[in-house]
DNA sequence: AAGACATCATTGCATATGCAACGAATTTTC
DNA sequence: GAAAATTCGTTGCATATGCAATGATGTCTT
């Protein structure tokens, strides 16, 4: 009689879903304050603090750096130059590509927005003490060793 | 001139991005395991693993216990039903709550799911090494420290 | 025991999402 | 240098999502 031990997988024990747990709890913690106080997504937010710190990148940069799908990037820049926050411009020599840049206007939330940011990051490592450092070398750990770049084949 | 500092912020380097980042990578890995093998969604698995592990539960059980909006549980339960995994029933004494239980196809499935989820909790902690001990660290530190039923006000 | 209040699950609706397909622009190949 | 292949960004479409509202049932108050 060897059968059952399947049943005893216990999701709350499960790395990926312990994973997706911390991450959606911080993020909606997160989101809030940003929609709140400035009505912005997270989207909204990637793509704004990629070209604070960029200066100005394309779509395809984007989509690279910032962990987002082409389409989800494309939607969110369309939404953000109507609320004239980005610009929109044709690439100087490639016109296949769309430069991106913060208007004045999405500069001066960004000089709001981004204290903030620091503000929560701040907060998270003082609440964490000493795990803090430990879950970042766990995330680093995750991000070496799952690259999609490299391994995404098994 | 002390100006902008702001704008050297680095998503990079930013906690709830990067748990984000580690989350969804993991989530994908697996993901597609589960659908290329068996059909389902991570809320399709979600769903499964918790009635496999509780024997039977109502929506607001597994809303609970599995970090999922109660519409997005119910949606999840109506189309496992109608694939025949899961058999709802009223509930013996309060008829507001649905008894949801695992079928005999169900249980099946999970007896060829769960070791595949063993398996990649395994190669997880082998990958990360040290690191994994950090990570489930970390997580512990986020989940206790950020608890939504006691913080969630600030 | 009746009305007020709370809980449970589902659904309607507006929006968000992923994927494939497309058109335009560029690079590569022959 | 022209045709083929590739890259870039957008959009159509089907599905998924969150939230509020609803209807059904239970509990509490007095």
Do not use: N
Request: with cysteine; aromatic share 6%; glycine share 6%.
């Amino acid at each position: 009689m060897t059968d059952d031990p399947p049943t005893e997988f216990d999701l709350m024990a499960f790395t990926p879903y312990r994973l997706a747990v911390v991450a959606q709890r911080l993020s909606e913690l997160l989101a809030r304050q940003y929609r709140d106080r400035f009505g912005i997504s997270i989207p909204d937010w990637r793509v704004l603090v990629h070209l604070a710190h960029s200066g100005g990148a394309s779509v395809r940069d984007i989509e690279a750096r910032v962990a987002m799908e082409k389409s989800k990037v494309s939607r969110t820049c369309k939404r953000l130059e109507t609320r004239g926050l980005i610009a929109k411009r044709a690439h100087d020599t490639d016109r296949r590509l769309v430069h991106l840049t913060l208007t004045d206007e999405g500069r001066q939330m960004m000089r709001d927005l981004l204290p903030l940011a620091a503000a929560f990051q701040g907060e998270v490592e003082a609440r964490l003490g000493a795990d803090f450092a430990r879950l970042e070398q766990g995330i680093d750990g995750v991000l070496s060793r799952f690259d999609p770049a490299v391994t995404e084949t098994d």
